[in-house]
């Protein structure tokens, strides 16, 4: 959906107020399907980082046994947008505009990435917004393999505006 065209009364999904409610936001990721399908594993550390770890099972496994592309991509997708969502509160629209990933070696055994988006980035959004009533900001992640070494690289960039 355009984020241009998206109704000023944006919402979270019920479903995900539920869980969320119910069992905390950690655990509304972990039983989402995609996630248990892939064993994708996200913490939330505090309230600007979340650490997303993958093994390397046979549900996540490609042709050639290693990583598959997609569950690569998918432990990457929410997270950028989920913190900025939580930071900035009900009155900013929050959505992810595009998405690159850039694969740099086959990924095996557990990888790992790490989000955060300082207090600082968070000001500067809503400063920005205040005069501009909306922004584009570009984010990047790396996942990495055991040996820290970088298995993709993940680009998003996320339009936010004010409500």
């Known amino acids: 959906m355009n984020p241009s065209k998206q109704k000023s009364s944006f919402s979270l999904n019920p479903l995900w107020q539920f869980m969320r409610k119910t069992y905390g936001m950690e655990e509304a990721f972990k039983s989402f399907g995609p996630y248990q399908g892939a064993s994708i594993s996200p913490r939330i550390v505090d309230s600007n980082t979340v650490e997303v770890t993958m093994p390397l099972v046979p549900l996540n496994t490609n042709y050639v046994g290693t990583h598959f592309g997609g569950s690569l991509y998918s432990m990457c997708d929410p997270f950028f947008m989920f913190i900025l969502i939580e930071n900035l509160g009900e009155d900013y629209l929050v959505w992810d505009k595009s998405a690159r990933i850039e694969f740099h070696k086959p990924g095996t055994g ?16 809503r400063n920005i917004v205040k005069q501009s009533r909306k922004t584009i900001r570009n984010y ?21 505006r004010s409500v």
């Open 110 to 125: 557990t990888v790992r990435a790490l989000f955060h988006i300082p207090d600082s980035e968070i000001e500067e959004i």
């Open 140 to 160: 990047e992640v790396n996942v990495l393999n055991q040996d820290n070494e970088v298995v993709v690289t993940v680009y998003k960039e996320v339009y936010i």
